[in-house]
């Protein structure tokens, strides 16, 4: 088989590439590891920048989103029992949409299916060759029977544990990498959201975060201890431990109900240079993981797919390899930013083990700072909404 750009990965990523690409007549196939009801099943980000809004309607696949998404023009930060607003609209002229990454990507895969795009399912042994020459390829195997793809590029879109990052040898990669001493356990339940807005607290007891995905669909995060798993805790345990962590007006308007999802993931910062090899480009996961703290890991991977695509753009429709050549730099001076936002973010709201209680007067000036400063606010605003493309 022989295709122009051949992605490796069907998560929102590569499908947005392959969509994009698609719609300015530049074929591509998309090899994916699992099946399309395992991706859709993974509960994962849910505020998209105002960047990967613009994207998704470029890639026609908007108009659910536009439909049932829902506009947040700002957060709100709490510290024990004091709360105060930060508004994107008011910052930034701009906000952020509430809509899962289950349903962006399950609009990508209609629209990839519709356009009878090539997606492979349960691909196993994917390897990329030759990625350093004019002629790469990438073999595969499918049911046990091997397959070649010729292309012209290719795209790793396999999150971070895929084979794409591992191609470039480690003399040429360098890894930055930072992990957390805890997780969050998150969980989805079918009840109405505590408030309208995202609540992000800090408290003794560790940091919780209210989330949600629509009117009767909330999303609630609390820091847990990396030795915790899914099981150790029932949902009445969830409920109260959260309660115990955000301001008592929002404790006593919470509605529980039982978790339709239950989950664990580990904190980390984690960034590979370069995030290009030749024809080989990193894209999302597969080069850089964020905390969830500042909502940034799908956007990041959004605003990689912006530079990359616009550069295949333009070597397909100019025979210019500019966008190309200037690919990692560009990604990478943005993730850089988005990392910093996330880390801040996270340092400011967590409670650390070794925490001093210097340490904890320092968070609290922060939180005290940001609550009483109007340009502290409008560089977290600036951050939120996400920084230019
Ligand atoms: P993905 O979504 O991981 O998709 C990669 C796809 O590649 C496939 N794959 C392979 N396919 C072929 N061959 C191989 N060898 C392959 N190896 C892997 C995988 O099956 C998968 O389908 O990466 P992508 O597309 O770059 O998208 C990135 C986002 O998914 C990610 O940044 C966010 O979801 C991060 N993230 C969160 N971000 C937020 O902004 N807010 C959140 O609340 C949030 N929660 C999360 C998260 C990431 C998590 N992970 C990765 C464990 C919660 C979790 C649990
Ligand atoms: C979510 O709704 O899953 C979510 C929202 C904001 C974050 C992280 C996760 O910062």
Redesign the pocket.
């Known amino acids: 088989m022989r295709t122009q750009v051949c992605i490796?990965?069907?998560?929102?990523?590569?499908?947005?590439l392959s969509q994009l690409l698609h719609r300015k007549g530049i074929d591509s196939i998309v090899?994916?590891?699992?099946t399309r009801d395992?991706?859709l099943g993974?509960?994962?980000?849910?505020?998209l920048e105002t960047g990967f809004v613009e994207l998704m309607r470029e890639a026609g696949v908007g108009a659910r989103m536009d439909a049932e998404g829902f506009t947040h023009d700002g957060t709100v930060i709490a510290y024990g029992e004091e709360e105060f607003g930060i508004s994107f609209h008011a910052h930034t002229g701009t906000d952020v949409m509430v809509y899962g990454?289950t349903e962006l990507?399950r609009d990508l895969y209609d629209a990839r299916e519709a356009a009878n795009g090539k997606l492979v399912f349960n691909?196993?042994d994917?390897q990329i060759n030759d990625a350093q020459s004019e002629a790469p390829y990438v073999t595969?195997h499918v049911d046990g029977i091997a397959h070649r793809i010729d292309c012209d590029y290719i795209a790793g879109?396999?999150?971070?544990?895929?084979?794409?990052r591992q191609t470039i040898p480690t003399s040429v990669r360098r890894e930055y990498e930072k992990v957390y001493p805890f997780g969050?356990l998150?969980v989805l339940s079918e009840t109405p959201p505590v408030h309208n807005e995202l609540i992000y607290s800090w408290s003794e007891r560790g940091f919780a975060l209210c989330?949600m995905r629509n009117a009767n669909l909330s999303?609630y995060?609390i820091q847990c201890s990396l030795s915790d798993s899914p099981d150790d805790w029932t949902d009445t345990a969830f409920w109260g431990e959260l309660k115990r962590r955000i301001p008592s007006r929002h404790a006593e308007a919470l509605v529980t109900g039982p978790s339709i999802e239950k989950?664990i993931?580990?904190l980390r910062s984690f960034v590979t240079e370069p995030m290009r090899w030749g024809r080989l480009f990193l894209?999302?996961?597969?080069a850089h993981?964020?905390p969830?703290t500042?909502?940034?890991?799908?956007?990041?991977?959004a605003s990689?797919i912006h530079y990359l695509y616009h550069g295949l753009v333009q070597f397909y429709q100019d025979k210019d390899t500019a966008g190309l050549d200037a690919y990692s730099e560009k990604a990478l001076a943005r993730v850089w930013k988005a990392e910093r936002f996330s880390w801040s973010t996270t340092n400011l709201l967590h409670r650390y083990p070794d925490q001093s209680e210097f340490d904890l007067k320092m968070q609290r000036a922060e939180i005290d700072f940001l609550r009483g400063n109007d340009a502290a606010q409008k560089v977290f605003a600036q951050n939120y909404v996400g920084l230019p493309y």
């Open positions: 490796i990965g069907g998560g929102p990523s590569g499908l947005l090899l994916e590891r699992k395992y991706v993974r509960i994962r980000a849910g505020i990454q990507t691909v196993e994917v595969y879109c396999d999150g971070f544990h895929g084979v794409s969050w998150g989330s999303r995060y989950s993931a580990p894209c999302g996961d597969a993981i964020v969830p500042g909502a940034k890991g799908l956007n990041t991977a990689d």
